[in-house]
């Protein structure tokens, strides 16, 4: 017993080995490998097109990738379909939110409640209530009857969450959660994420373009750059590496990426 | 408790006009006490479960199918067949044909599962033709054009009790369908339509309940089409046809997508108005000449003007001083503040 839960808490809750995916000749994802411990605030990031939004589809299930081996708590889950992984307890959110417009925001936290419900993730807690719980931790308790479809943007992206968070995951993947919104709701949601993850059970991965609260967020900082990790650290480390100024500045100013570093997959014509 | 909490009232929200009109059912026989009126109702009976089930499917689920008419003509031939070579009776007979329409449904819900819109669409209707095709090319068995004569009556007697037994086969089956959609399983199949890649990422295993759909929708359009073969007591190609796969899909819109009550509603008002109007406006020569044209001047109108049907269209008018107290109450002071 004391030696199984050894072995448990040395394993990483994620490891991510070799991952690679390509499309029609294009390389999203190359050679991708990196770990994540359990309890762990990881945030992911390059420029655009680095590959972030790909790696968590591969993660998810959404994507096959073609080489490569994902693991959660030791188990391969490489291959298995989205609502599979959702199962075993990694959930996510959608850069561009996806509500179920027409139902309730009620109905659309109680979908995944009643799916961990059959997974054996509820703990005994009625799907209701579980969904209930969610939408007042976020915040959206006030809107619960009203169809998902009259939220504004700011509130879509708590749904987002709520969404993920009444799957009950131990790993939650976060992609661009606070893309659009407004300083203020911005600094809402910084405070909420801090304060889910502050409750403890709750590892995350988060992909984010506001870099300000990603570094202040994070544990460690992974940077993805033409499918590649280029760079891992604290995010002090990470923000005063070389490699990851110049993947970043590099991409921005001449608008064709990295010139003459060799590192460059994508560069087939 | 859990589920009025959900979508409002349970049956209570489209209010009055709905006890209204299964008082009006009830009554029909008094009402109207001709035989051929009774017959369109009977017919429209044994249609509303049929555009129901469709419903079901593809207003509920989102998953389009054009070929409806396929578990209808399966139903319709597999009670002809057993009824006139087997003898078997025919209650047994109508669930004899919903369960062949579920293993047609399975057969073609299988490869179907990874198609989505317009080319789930051209698939199913393709199987449905397909059928349409065997029924002549098999005609040792399914009697080519002329399809399966004397087939038993469900029901022996008059026309009054052959109404009463279509109404309460309507009214089980929709409710039965309605309670399905009222259940976890709607939320579900709503939550695939809205968006089934959102729906996968909360759980939910959309491949296996969009079968699911498909098998429960097959069901009901089985066991309407071996209704229809042991009312009529024939079985002919025209069960298995596009214009009944029209029918389905026009019933449901003239009545309202993904509401149950609304496909009932459509099939009513269609059938009426097609078969009754000769009889209403018998004397104004234009109408009774013209009542294809008339009919479809009627769908495009209710389209253009009612776009959610006609059950959307009530909703839509009771929502400003019912739905809004109901559901939207706690949130008017913050959506005020």
């Known amino acids: 017993m004391a030696a199984a839960s050894l072995a448990n808490s040395s394993r990483p809750l994620l490891e991510v080995r070799g991952l690679t995916k390509h499309f029609a000749g294009l390389s999203a994802v190359n050679d991708l490998s990196f770990t994540v411990a359990e309890g762990e605030f990881v945030g992911l990031i390059g420029p655009n097109g680095a590959g972030k939004t790909t790696c968590f589809n591969l993660l998810t299930g959404f994507l096959r990738p073609t080489r490569g081996s994902v693991r959660f708590r030791g188990v391969e889950i490489t291959g298995l379909r989205p609502h599979q992984i959702t199962r075993l307890g990694i959930a996510r959110t959608f850069q561009l939110v996806r509500p179920f417009g027409q139902l309730s925001v009620l109905d659309n936290v109680t979908v995944p409640a009643m799916m961990a419900q059959q997974a054996g993730r509820l703990a005994g807690h009625s799907p209701r209530r579980v969904a209930l719980d969610v939408l007042d931790m976020v915040g959206l308790a006030h809107r619960a009857h009203e169809p998902a479809a009259n939220l504004p943007h700011g509130e879509l992206k708590r749904l987002e969450i709520a969404r993920a968070l009444a799957a009950r995951p131990s790993l939650l993947l976060l992609d661009e959660p606070f893309g659009g919104l407004s300083h203020d709701e911005s600094r809402a949601l910084e405070q909420l994420i801090r304060e889910l993850f502050g409750q403890g059970g709750l590892t995350v991965i988060l992909v984010e373009h506001v870099l300000k609260v990603l570094m202040n967020l994070s544990q460690r900082v992974l940077v993805l750059d033409y499918g590649r990790l280029i760079a891992s650290g604290t995010p002090d480390e990470v923000s005063h590496d070389p490699t990851v100024i110049e993947a970043y500045l590099g991409a921005a100013y001449s608008g064709a990426g990295p010139q003459e570093d060799d590192a460059s997959p994508g560069g087939n014509p | ?337």
């Open chain 2, 1 to 337: 408790m859990r589920i009025s909490l959900r979508r409002g009232v349970v049956l209570g929200r489209e209010g009055w006009p709905l006890w209204a009109g299964v008082a009006v059912l009830v009554a029909m026989p008094v009402l109207a006490p001709t035989p051929y009126i009774l017959h369109v109702f009977i017919v429209a009976n044994i249609y509303a479960v049929f555009a129901a089930s469709w419903d079901i499917l593809s207003g509920y689920t989102g998953q389009l199918s054009l070929g409806h008419a396929l578990f209808f003509g399966v139903g319709a031939y597999t009670a002809g067949l057993l009824s006139t070579l087997v003898g078997t009776p025919p209650l047994f007979n109508l669930f004899a044909g919903a369960f062949m329409a579920v293993l047609v449904g399975l057969l073609e819900g299988v490869p179907c599962l990874r198609l989505k819109g317009p080319y789930l669409g051209i698939v199913t209707l393709a199987f449905a033709e397909i059928a349409f095709s065997l029924a002549f090319a098999l005609s040792s068995i399914t009697g080519g054009e002329e399809g399966i004569i004397g087939i038993a009556s469900l029901v022996r007697g008059s026309i009054y009790i052959k109404y009463y037994a279509s109404l309460i086969f309507m009214l089980a089956c929709t409710l039965a369908l309605y309670a399905l959609t009222r259940s976890k399983l709607g939320l579900i199949l709503l939550a695939i339509k809205a968006d089934d890649a959102a729906a996968e990422a909360a759980g939910v295993d959309t491949t296996r309940y969009k079968l699911l759909a498909f098998l429960i929708s097959a069901f009901f359009g089985g066991l309407a089409g071996a209704y229809y073969a042991h009312y009529l007591n024939i079985a002919n190609p025209e069960t298995l046809a596009i214009p009944l796969s029209a029918a389905a899909i026009t019933m449901t819109l003239v009545g309202g997508m993904g509401t149950i009550i609304g496909p009932v509603i459509g099939a009513y008002v269609l059938s009426l108005f097609f078969d009754l109007l000769p009889v209403v406006a018998g004397q104004v020569e234009f109408l009774t000449e013209s009542r294809v044209l008339v009919y479809n001047v009627l769908i495009v109108l209710i389209v253009l003007f009612m776009p959610q049907g006609i059950v959307g269209w009530w909703r839509g008018r009771q929502a400003e001083p019912e739905v809004s107290s109901m559901r939207a109450d706690p949130s008017r002071p913050q959506a005020q503040a």
